[in-house]
């Protein structure tokens, strides 16, 4: 009764499981002090934290361990209810680097999320007292929030641009000869951060 009563933690496997034929990883000196911390936090964008998480693996190792060094560490960026994911999720079920993240996007950036995002998107208008500049970082922060929207950059700038308050969509056209819309999608994107850079100062 008493060993039922009272069992002994049995350790439950992890759920990351390297290939037979995964380099082995020294961890460096100094590289735990730099890991990014991600704690699962609503505010928080699963996005940054990969992106940042993976400058700090590429500045410590050579290719030829890349991804089993961002397997084997990315547990020590985690943190709190982050942490407390990881030990839920399937035994052995992730085998490389790409599952891993899309494990974790799927946890902390769900379709709903990404949908919340994608409206913010289409329906972008810019506030009457928002000048150019600051209407146009707005719109790439929001956009830049999650990197899978889906949006064509052709889109993105129809959006922007039809979003505008009419004397700043007046503005874009005559500073560009009235030729805006004909300009190709990428061409568009960078001229539009000329001008709003240029409308700053």
Request: proline fraction near 7%; include cysteine.
């Amino acid at each position: 009764m008493y060993q039922l009563l009272h069992p002994t933690q049995s350790s439950i496997p992890s759920c990351i499981m390297f290939p037979p034929n995964a380099p082995h990883v020294e961890i460096k000196q100094g590289l735990m002090a730099i890991l990014p911390d991600f704690r699962g936090l609503e505010n928080e964008n699963p996005y940054v934290h990969v992106r940042a998480f993976e400058e700090v693996i590429g500045s410590f190792y050579a290719q030829n361990v890349i991804e089993t060094a961002k397997l084997r560490f990315f547990p020590f960026s985690l943190k709190d209810k982050a942490k407390g994911w990881l030990y839920t999720v399937k035994p052995r079920s992730i085998g490389s680097w790409g599952e891993m993240t899309q494990e974790f996007y799927k946890k902390f950036f769900p379709p709903h999320k990404v949908q919340q995002v994608k409206r913010k998107i289409s329906s972008f208008i810019q506030g009457h007292d928002e000048t150019l500049f600051m209407a146009w970082e707005r719109f790439k922060d929001t956009y830049n929030f999650c990197p899978t929207h889906g949006y064509d950059t052709w889109r993105l700038v129809s959006y922007f641009y039809e979003g505008l308050q009419p004397r700043d969509r007046q503005f874009v056209q005559i500073a560009c000869g009235g030729e805006f819309l004909q300009k190709e999608p990428e061409d568009a994107m960078d001229y539009l951060d000329e001008i709003a850079e240029n409308s700053n100062t």
